[in-house]
């Protein structure tokens, strides 16, 4: 689905001049974004593939994770796109490493029962790792890459005794 389509859809329970008037723009410029761009078609480039472009541009990933951050959710990177050791694949060791990884940080942060900023930002950082870990972990067992995860440990500990 094409992001003109999206709003398109969108438009169709949420009023567009409410938008308009919620985000201080015209009305034409609202349903343009719900119409295709080019040379054929009257419509705009939206808020959707600027978002888009800005993020592929930057490959900066708290871009999106702050915007879910926005609607109280949380993004978590896909197991093919998702940039982990061994080819995307991670022993259940090394999972249970980046967990023990964050409770150490939590630790590390609580122990004056105050967390600063840094501190908070720094436990964000292990967490959105973990999310991204675990997720891809599951969808290689999901996928009945088990066995081809253990080869991989082996592979990953072998390489580093040497």
Known sequence: ??????????????????????????LSLIYKWSQAPG??????TN????MASLIESTEDLRLIQWLCRKKNGFFVESPEKAKVISQ???????????????????????????????EAVRIRKRWEKLKT?????????????????????KVVAHSKSI
């Not at 808020?47 to 600027?50: G, I």
């Open 39 to 44: 040379e054929d078609s009257s419509g705009t």
């Open 88 to 118: 995307n694949l991670m022993p259940a060791t090394n999972l249970i490493q980046e967990f023990a990884d964050l409770l150490s940080v939590v630790a590390c942060a609580a122990t004056d029962n105050h967390v600063n900023e840094t």
């Open 47 to 50: 808020p959707l593939d600027r």
């Open 1 to 26: 689905m094409e992001s003109h389509d999206l709003l398109r859809e969108v438009f169709k329970e949420t009023s567009p001049k409410q938008i308009a008037e919620d985000m201080g723009l015209s």
């Open 133 to 153: 870990v675990t997720e891809t972990f599951v969808h290689c067992c999901e996928n009945g890459n088990f066995a081809k995860i253990q080869e991989e440990a």
